[in-house]
């Protein structure tokens, strides 16, 4: 059976959309993910707006929601998610990061909600809603042909690499993730071991990396070395900087590929179809 994705936001840190981000988006981090006749969300950025719209429309009642981490630019979109205000459908949460802080994954998403910062409460949310926290590296079926591998990843505050294991096949989504220079990092090898696509916190270039270490993000270089040393088919090119315009996008995109034919670049809207 195949395993769909569609991206529903690319970007990271904030949303730009603008006359300049048009070709690839400009929406944070929210991907689609579609395992036979099951789908789920990886991560609640600003792209999950519109994706709730297509599940209201679509009549789609279950509802499961994995997040990396709670970072605004991967959760700010979770309180425009209609089906979450809609008490006929049921939405499951789940965390890996939260417990060793010692917070949940309810408590923050409350927060972010809570006066001032928001007029409307956690509570106005009328679906059935259950928050569930693991420890990044716990595996778990989420659906009863659906593997998911986890591991912790190397951002501050904490974050978790999916590894979604379907019909023979294997997808990866690893952001965000700061790469230590000349170390391999053992749990992403792991995780994107033999993968069918790793879609990887590419924010930065070689050139930029260096004034940046500290801040939580890697580079398409370092992903494209981890998929080669790994065994992994595809490299999908994610978690565009905001500064990155198009054009900009468009010269990466051709560097990368000269580099290694299994690269590409997400762009919003983008669906990958393994099968």
Same mark, same amino acid.
């Given at each position: 059976? /195949?395993?769909? #994705?569609?991206?529903?936001? +690319? !970007?990271?840190?904030?949303?730009?959309?603008?006359?300049?981000?048009?070709?690839?988006?400009?929406?944070?981090?929210?991907?689609?993910?579609?395992?036979?006749?099951?789908?789920?969300?990886?991560?609640?950025?600003?792209?999950? !707006?519109?994706?709730?719209? %297509?599940?209201? $429309?679509?009549?789609?009642?279950?509802?499961?929601?994995?997040?990396?981490?709670?970072?605004?630019?991967?959760?700010?979109?979770?309180?425009?998610?209609?089906?979450?205000?809609?008490? @006929?459908?049921?939405?499951? #949460?789940?965390?890996?990061?939260?417990?060793?802080?010692?917070? *949940?994954?309810?408590? =923050?998403? /409350?927060?972010?909600?809570?006066?001032?910062?928001?007029? +409307?409460?956690?509570?106005?949310?009328?679906?059935? #809603?259950?928050?569930?926290?693991?420890?990044? &590296?716990?595996?778990?079926?989420?659906?009863?042909? *659906?593997?998911?591998?986890?591991?912790?990843?190397?951002?501050?505050?904490?974050? *978790?690499?999916?590894? =979604?294991?379907?019909?023979?096949?294997? /997808? =990866?989504?690893?952001?965000? %993730?700061?790469?230590?220079?000349?170390?391999?990092?053992?749990?992403?090898?792991?995780?994107?071991?033999?993968?069918?696509?790793?879609?990887?916190?590419? %924010?930065? *270039?070689?050139?930029?990396?260096?004034?940046? +270490? &500290?801040?939580?993000?890697? %580079?398409?270089?370092?992903?494209? !070395?981890?998929? $080669?040393?790994?065994?992994?088919?595809?490299?999908?090119?994610?978690?565009?900087?905001?500064?990155?315009?198009?054009?900009?996008?468009?010269?990466?995109?051709?560097?990368?590929?000269?580099?290694?034919?299994?690269?590409?670049?997400? !762009?919003?809207?983008?669906? @990958?179809?393994?099968?």
């Amino acid at each position: 059976m /195949a395993l769909r #994705i569609k991206f529903w936001g +690319v !970007r990271g840190s904030i949303a730009c959309p603008s006359s300049e981000h048009l070709r690839y988006g400009g929406n944070t981090s929210c991907i689609e993910v579609v395992a036979g006749e099951n789908r789920f969300v990886l991560d609640a950025g600003t792209g999950i !707006r519109q994706l709730g719209q %297509t599940y209201i $429309r679509d009549g789609i009642r279950d509802i499961h929601l994995l997040l990396t981490h709670t970072h605004w630019d991967h959760i700010n979109g979770f309180p425009f998610f209609g089906p979450a205000y809609d008490p @006929v459908r049921a939405v499951r #949460i789940r965390a890996g990061h939260l417990l060793k802080a010692g917070s *949940t994954i309810r408590n =923050v998403l /409350a927060a972010q909600m809570d006066s001032p910062m928001f007029p +409307v409460p956690l509570e106005a949310m009328r679906a059935k #809603i259950t928050f569930e926290d693991f420890h990044a &590296g716990d595996e778990f079926d989420l659906f009863p042909d *659906t593997k998911i591998r986890t591991a912790p990843l190397n951002h501050p505050n904490g974050a *978790t690499g999916y590894r =979604v294991e379907h019909g023979g096949r294997v /997808a =990866v989504y690893i952001t965000d %993730t700061e790469h230590v220079p000349g170390h391999d990092d053992a749990n992403i090898l792991k995780l994107i071991a033999g993968a069918d696509v790793v879609i990887y916190d590419s %924010t930065y *270039t070689e050139a930029e990396f260096p004034n940046r +270490v &500290g801040w939580g993000h890697s %580079t398409w270089n370092e992903g494209m !070395r981890l998929c $080669r040393m790994a065994g992994a088919k595809k490299l999908a090119i994610f978690h565009h900087d905001p500064d990155h315009n198009d054009e900009f996008m468009d010269r990466l995109a051709e560097e990368a590929a000269r580099a290694w034919s299994g690269t590409f670049v997400c !762009r919003e809207g983008m669906e @990958v179809v393994l099968d």
